[in-house]
């Protein structure tokens, strides 16, 4: 399965945007990339998803490098309730999900 | 809708014990999983069930067994607990395979003293 390379973590303001980078360099055409984040003391949430194209949802932006080499989880406006780690993942058919160490984000007030 | 409930939500082992973990979803999902997740860890695949009497083996599959007898349940069963297995185990549904979310449950904080 192709790897992701996150930061480990990421510090925000409340209400600003907050952009989380990640990169998988080896992706091949079929993998869609996902994101999903963990709350403390939570199981995961899904977050978003593409194969391609830039994709909009009410709870963050992804874009998608034209290389697809790299993607941006954006986040418009940071709360607090977005401190989680957060997760980037590459998904082949068959439904598994292989997650990272993905990156710590805080939010400060 | 409950979505995915686990069952217990925290419990103490000795080692050599056995103990059964159950899943249940609500959502009529085909696809269910078991993660195990380790301190400042991402989560782990155990095991995965594309369907009723179904299942198949994860990337940490050892040590660990599971049965879907019915297709709201998935079970995960340890039959002589080891203090390597303490960790968080979560379960996860989804409908299909491929590039559908996966729906988390809230997790079992498991201690194998």
């Known amino acids: 399965d192709a790897k992701t390379t996150q930061p480990n973590s990421m510090e925000s303001n409340e209400e600003e945007p907050v952009h989380l980078p990640c990169n998988h360099s080896?992706?091949?055409?079929?993998?869609?990339i996902h994101w999903y984040r963990q709350l403390p003391s939570q199981g995961p949430e899904y977050v978003i998803h593409g194969l391609t194209s830039n994709v909009n949802n009410r709870m963050a932006s992804l874009a998608i490098a034209e290389d697809r080499k790299s993607s941006t989880l954006i986040l418009h406006r940071a709360t607090l309730r977005d401190a989680a780690v957060y997760y980037c993942?590459?998904?082949?058919?068959?439904?598994?999900?292989?997650f990272g160490q993905g990156t710590e984000l805080s939010v400060k007030p | 809708n409950a979505g995915v409930t686990q069952t217990p939500k925290f419990r103490v082992l000795k080692t050599g014990q056995s103990m059964t973990l159950l899943c249940a979803q609500d959502?009529?999902?085909?696809?269910m999983y078991w993660y195990r997740q380790d301190p400042g860890m991402g989560l782990r695949l155990i095991h995965y069930?594309?369907?009723?009497?179904?299942?198949a083996k994860g990337e940490v599959p050892d040590g660990y067994n599971v049965s879907r007898l019915k297709k709201q349940n998935f079970l995960l069963g340890l039959e002589s607990a080891a203090p390597s297995q303490t960790s968080v185990y979560f379960c996860?549904?989804?409908?299909?395979?491929?590039?559908?979310?996966?729906?988390f449950g809230p997790g079992t904080r498991l201690t194998v003293l």
């Open positions: 959502m009529n999902h085909e696809y």
């Open positions: 069930s594309v369907g009723e009497g179904t299942t």
């Open positions: 080896t992706i091949s055409g079929t993998d869609y």
């Open positions: 996860a549904s989804s409908w299909l395979a491929g590039e559908v979310e996966q729906f």
């Open positions: 993942i590459l998904r082949r058919g068959g439904g598994k999900l292989i």
